[in-house]
């Protein structure tokens, strides 16, 4: 039995149905939020198989059949899935040494990784072969925006950003690479120009959130998570000196953090930064909730919930 | 009170609709989760398939025979046979691959990944056990006295193997320092081959923070398995003394 009231707000809300038509789906997107799923790695380093059964630490673990089965889980289960990797796909099994990196790069296609950035063990077998094994086998773009790779072999075979549309939303992905001075061999670098990381995520983030209009901006970082050299630049020191990045998906350092953390960005925003350790022995999953607003009602001081997975 | 009711939800449709800037999403919630790759997890066969050939080969490599030891080769400190082995084959081929002359090449003790290396064929594979790290043998110009702080550091730590020098442990300190047959001159400057490892810092080895390395990226690994090849196509095989290298005074 309808009482008055709502006799009069049903009424409303058919006549509204009525004169406004489609918008009742859009009042529905209001309503429900949208849901992206970021499946992530960092530091592969060639371990297709998993560890060997040797009695080591981590014997047994890794490899790709196994993330594999989980990545095709996640999928099956998600609508919107984005498979990232923060670099060092080289290096560090015998696959490596007689392949040079191909079946790393193949099964990176294979299991659909969206992007990746680049490591500074990924120059070494040479700029020409990273070059060759991306040409030939990735199906996905690796990310940089603070290499200047002009006139080396590596040169127009990266991007600096890469844009998402994922359902309704809009995600921007850009990578930013280590210094190699002291790190990667003259020889393997060569005459690539390596820029200030903080100063291209900043220009890279603000393109993709002003004119790109991405709903939420990530970067692929092969810094290194925090060092205690204060002035060598890691993730930790991006976050808190950029402006307009909500993730970074980390590496480098190998750093297994256990939770995604929190820093507060030149403005004050939420930064998230997340890194798994090494050799795909984690798999780190972000779930990210997003809601509409309108362009004024995006609260710059508007506060992010984080929180341990629930159930899955 | 009634008619704000009644306008809510027209006015609701309204405001959705009458939006003309696109409207934009903004993050509220995250929720994370760390997924182990375990044994348990169910295996994507598609990639087993895939990775196979590419395993037979590499298999098939590593149980390549490089060369023959003629006596079990051991891990010892402060001196061993299977560390002199290593360092001499790193002195040798640093010399050849860098096409200068070297004084002093060695390795940290921790950096050897085997206790013993068996009598008998040696695979590639073996050597990887050995060397699994991707460490580059590389070259640096160093002064006596920060090779004699080096020096210390290594006494401290129980002696590492070397080649081209002898020394003894007194005190955690090296005393007795013979380099080409001379006493270790501070004033002197002397050509050693490192690890990337050691030259960045790796074992406190602080002292050789910025010091100029030469690097072609050759992997210590590679100059261990080209030793070897070079010693069989001599007809020799994989040996290697007790020379008393580095010894302990007391």
């Known amino acids: 039995m309808l009482n008055r009231k709502s006799f009069i707000r049903q009424a409303a809300l058919s ?89 790393e790069i193949k099964a990176m296609t294979n299991l659909g990784y969206d992007a990746c950035t680049i490591g500074n063990h990924d120059f070494d077998a040479g700029m020409e072969n ?42 921007g992905v850009f990578g930013v690479g280590i210094e190699g001075r002291g790190l990667i061999p ?17 220009e890279t983030a603000a393109t993709l959130r002003r004119d790109k209009k991405c709903d939420m901006v990530i970067c692929l970082s092969h810094l290194g998570y925090q060092y205690k050299e204060s002035n060598k630049v890691s993730d930790e020191v991006l976050a808190k000196e950029t402006e307009n990045i909500d993730l970074i998906i980390g590496g480098h350092t190998h750093t297994f953090l256990d939770n995604p953390v929190e820093f507060k960005s030149k403005k004050g925003e939420q930064v998230i930064v997340n890194q798994v350790g090494f050799a795909g022995i984690i798999l780190g999953r972000l779930d990210f909730e997003f809601s509409k607003f309108s362009g004024k009602k995006l609260s710059k001081n508007h506060n992010l919930t984080v929180s341990p997975k629930t159930g899955g | 009170m009634k008619r704000f009711t009644i306008c809510t939800p027209l006015f609701l449709i309204l405001a959705i609709t009458g939006f003309h800037c696109k409207p934009s999403y903004q993050a509220q919630q995250l929720q994370y989760k760390n997924y182990r790759i375990a044994t348990a997890l169910p295996k994507d066969s598609s990639q087993v398939v895939f990775l196979q050939p590419y ?78 790290f991707d460490n580059v043998l590389l070259i640096q110009k160093i002064k006596g006295s920060v090779f004699q702080q080096l020096l210390d550091l290594v006494a401290e730590r129980g002696g590492w193997p070397m080649a081209g020098l002898t020394m003894q442990i007194k005190n955690k300190k090296a005393v007795n320092v013979m380099i080409g047959g001379k006493p270790l001159d501070p004033a002197a400057t002397y050509t050693i081959a490192n690890s990337d490892f050691i030259a960045n810092g790796g074992d406190n080895a602080d002292m050789l923070r910025g010091i100029p390395q030469i690097s072609s990226g050759y992997l210590m690994r590679d100059a261990i398995i080209d030793y070897i090849r070079k010693l069989k196509s001599q007809g020799k095989n994989i040996s290697a003394k007790l020379e008393n290298r580095v010894t302990n005074a007391e």
């Open chain 2, 55 to 132: 395993r037979d080969n590499v298999n098939k490599t590593m149980n390549e025979v490089v060369g023959m030891a003629e006596v079990s080769l051991e891990k010892k400190q402060p001196e061993g046979t299977l560390g002199n082995f290593m360092v001499d084959a790193f002195l040798t081929m640093a010399r050849e691959k860098y096409n200068t002359p070297v004084d002093v090449a060695f390795v940290n003790f921790g950096g050897i990944r085997l206790t013993q290396l068996p009598a008998g064929e040696v695979t590639v594979g073996k050597v990887f056990e050995l060397m699994p």
């Open chain 1, 15 to 103: 006549a509204g149905a009525i004169m406004a038509g489609p918008a009742l789906a859009e009042a529905a997107d209001y309503l429900n939020p949208v849901k992206l799923t970021i499946l992530h790695t960092n530091d592969t380093h060639s371990r297709l198989d998993p560890f060997p059964m040797d009695g080591g630490r981590n014997q047994g673990l890794g490899g790709i059949a196994a993330r594999s089965g989980l990545i095709k889980q996640v999928r099956a289960e998600e609508e919107h899935v984005l498979l990232l990797d923060a670099g060092d796909i080289f290096q560090g099994t015998p696959y490596f040494n007689i392949y040079k990196g191909e079946p």
């Open chain 1, 186 to 202: 003259d020889s393997l670098f060569g005459a690539t120009k390596y820029l200030d990381p903080v100063q291209k995520a900043n």
């Open chain 1, 130 to 171: 990273l070059a060759t094994q991306l040409t030939q086998h990735a199906s996905f773009p690796m990310l940089v925006a603070n290499y200047d790779f002009t006139g080396t072999p590596m040169e127009g075979k990266t991007e600096p950003y890469k844009i998402f549309k994922k359902g309704r939303l809009k995600i």
